[in-house]
């Protein structure tokens, strides 16, 4: 990963200091509500207004850049990904264990936004296991194999995300298969997008736990989902809550095991549970400076 990784290399090498940028996602509100509030918009594409089904709107872009371009942001975008929730739009459904025609490139063009609109990372989500998990795996490595080197010719950088392991469903809980599939891909432009809610599921609650799963993923981060949850399966989202730092059972000060120079982005649901977040992660900055 040594060209395109090198800048987090390099933030990595500055000891002295603990660049923490917070940045909150597009679900929680639109671009004027967060300007004032974060440094960073991770743009949720499959609310945000782009596609009309499953055809890109271009004028849409071109309108989302003039409007950035008036402040001081930078941007980070989400792709589309599995989703059975009522309120996903249904069309815009990708799963990376079976990318047909249509996925594929709705996973491409979430890259080409993010290379017209000069952001550093595209989170995507690893696929779900069908009957047998062994081909599910390698399916989905396969599919990303060449959604990576779509990336590389546009200089954009992927972050696969850990997923909750309380949805059996789900590949790519454990921080040791998300890494399997990362070295698998063995894409420069290729890394892992941390995940804390999801992470803290997987490790059933247990702060231990996820410690360890923090210092196993540390090497491979390239950005940070922020949220809070209680670590159990729930009857609705498997558990995955995304509230804000503060109202689960999470001690964020594992996130020092990272020691991760880059955007940590609230993926929270409201300007109310960006600012609760806000002042967790600035006193965890604090303390680590």
């Not at 709705?106 to 069908?130: C, F, K, T, W």
């Not at 890394?191 to 702060?207: E, M, R």
Request: hydrophobic share 35%; glycine share 8%; aromatic share 6%.
């Amino acid at each position: 990963m040594q060209q395109t990784l090198e800048p987090f290399i390099l933030l990595r090498s500055m000891s002295d200091r603990w660049n923490m940028i917070i940045g909150a996602s597009s679900f929680a509100g639109n671009i004027h509500e967060l300007k004032n509030e974060v440094k960073s918009i991770e743009l949720y594409i499959p609310k945000l207004g782009v596609y009309k089904g499953t055809k890109l709107i271009k004028a849409s872009i071109k309108k989302l850049k003039d409007t950035l371009s008036a402040y001081e942001l930078t941007t980070t975008i989400h792709a589309p990904y599995f989703s059975d929730s009522p309120n996903y739009p249904h069309e815009l459904v990708v799963d990376t264990a079976r990318m047909d025609d249509t996925q594929k490139r709705l996973i491409e063009e979430s890259i080409m936004i993010a290379d017209a609109l000069d952001s550093g990372i595209v989170v995507i989500h690893p696929g779900r296991i069908n009957t047998d998990r062994r081909k599910s795996f390698e399916d989905m490595t396969s599919g990303l194999s060449d959604i990576s080197g779509f990336a590389e010719d546009r200089n954009v950088m992927l972050g696969l995300e850990n997923k909750e392991g309380t949805d059996p469903c789900n590949l790519c809980c454990s921080a040791s298969e998300l890494i399997e599939a990362i070295e698998q891909i063995d894409s420069t432009n290729l890394g892992a997008t941390f995940d804390i809610g999801h992470a803290n599921l997987t490790c059933n609650g247990d702060p231990s736990r996820l410690r360890d799963f923090a210092r196993i993923i540390r090497e491979y981060v390239v950005h940070v989902h922020v949220h809070d949850n209680n670590g159990i399966l729930t009857e609705k989202y498997w558990g995955d809550t995304h509230g804000a730092p503060g109202t689960g059972n999470i001690d964020f000060s594992i996130m020092e095991e990272l020691d991760f120079n880059g955007i940590y982005n609230l993926e929270v649901f409201s300007v109310e549970d960006i600012r609760k977040g806000k002042k967790v992660l600035e006193g965890i900055n604090k303390n680590k400076k």
